[in-house]
């Protein structure tokens, strides 16, 4: 069974994608907080977490403690994890100057504003990013196992930092500011309730 992982901090969206994983036959890792989900990461890399490894990572880029694409950016980082198939998303309209910010930072794999597409695009879609993962990658997380208890331990990156971005290649890209000029929330769509069974 694949397993995928999610990081979302609002309930609807996180209850939502665990419930569509389920559907799907996908084991679920959820987590609502950024910070949390790069001590997971840790704990991977250290060799103390015994579970199956995801092959696709959902992140809300606006998370508690560490923001999403820092958390995307700790994955690109881990030795185990790193050529996970990974899809940032957001309820906020982004410039492309930010997006392309956010997407060298995290070096994820795609974009998806909020609301997420019915089901079977959105399947359809993380299928597809999926797919090109592992055509990149032939160490893909999930065609690996868990490294045996006691077996050597791989090099563990340095967790990433909560306020400045990592450094690439001796150039750093700016902190990202939250500007009420660039990132809006975008305005939630009606809630459809139906009344006939």
Do not use: C
Request: net charge negative.
């Amino acid at each position: 069974m694949a397993t995928w992982m999610v990081i979302d901090d609002e309930p609807d969206i996180y209850d939502v994608l665990v419930a569509m994983f389920r559907l799907w036959g996908i084991e679920g890792i959820a987590f609502v907080d950024g910070s949390e989900a790069v001590q997971w990461v840790e704990s991977v890399d250290n060799g103390t977490y015994a579970g199956e490894l995801p092959e696709m990572a959902i992140i809300d880029i606006r998370l508690p403690g560490v923001d999403g694409h820092y958390v995307a950016a700790r994955i690109r980082r881990s030795p185990r994890l790193g050529n996970m198939a990974i899809a940032l998303i957001t309820t906020y309209r982004i410039s492309p100057a930010i997006e392309k910010q956010i997407m060298a930072i995290s070096q994820a794999d795609a974009f998806i504003e909020k609301p997420l597409p019915s089901m079977a695009e959105l399947r359809a879609q993380l299928d597809t990013i999926i797919a090109k993962r592992k055509a990149m990658a032939p160490d893909y997380p999930g065609l690996t196992r868990p490294a045996p208890r006691g077996a050597e331990q791989p090099e563990v990156a340095a967790p990433v930092p909560a306020v400045a971005p990592p450094a690439h290649d001796s150039a750093s890209i700016p902190q990202i500011e939250r500007s009420d000029a660039e990132i809006k929330p975008q305005a939630r769509p009606p809630v459809s309730r139906r009344t006939d069974t």
